[in-house]
């Protein structure tokens, strides 16, 4: 079995002794050279790095084959990739870049398995008279015409 098969059987095998915790990415490198990145629905402490990292290592031998491992967990200004990250993130602020070029900025309402719901106020126009009302708008992105989708950090 080559690297990369056993390094996916490894952390397949990690992830199913923490069900709090997922796999955004995991890729060998053509030098060897091992890159996870984890998740987890109440975010990712260095612990779950280490103990992810120690999953890996202590499993392959390096008489074997020599290697460098790196774990670690998706930054808050990674962008959002799965449906499990957009449910994570509810009622924080996002903003989308569909894949038609469109910018959408919103409060995470809902999610489901096809899309997210952003809820925002926006003013405009009264339908009579002079002025400017606060409307509340909703729309629902399915997950398939997001190109880029990344928390909003307010400090």
Avoid: H
């Avoid at 098969?5 to 095998?13: P, S």
């Avoid at 993130?89 to 894949?99: A, F, Q, V």
């Amino acid at each position: 079995m080559i690297l990369e098969e056993k390094v996916k059987l490894l952390i397949a095998g990690f992830l199913e002794t923490r069900p709090d915790l997922f796999l955004i990415a995991g890729k060998v490198f053509p030098d060897n050279k091992i890159e996870v990145i984890i998740d987890g629905d109440n975010g990712v402490s260095i612990q779950d790095c280490l103990d992810c990292s120690r999953a890996v290592e202590n499993n392959l031998d390096r008489e074997e084959e020599d290697f460098e491992l790196s774990v670690y967990s998706a930054g808050i200004s990674s962008p959002l990739q799965l449906p499990r990250q957009y449910k994570k993130n509810i009622g924080r602020d996002l903003k989308i870049m569909t894949e038609e070029g469109t910018e959408i900025s919103g409060t995470i309402t809902d999610t489901d398995e096809e899309g997210v719901t952003l809820t925002w106020k926006e003013r405009r126009p009264k339908e009579k008279g002079k002025g400017k009302v606060t409307v509340e708008l909703k729309e629902q992105v399915p997950y398939k015409n997001i190109r880029k989708a990344i928390i909003s950090i307010k400090f």
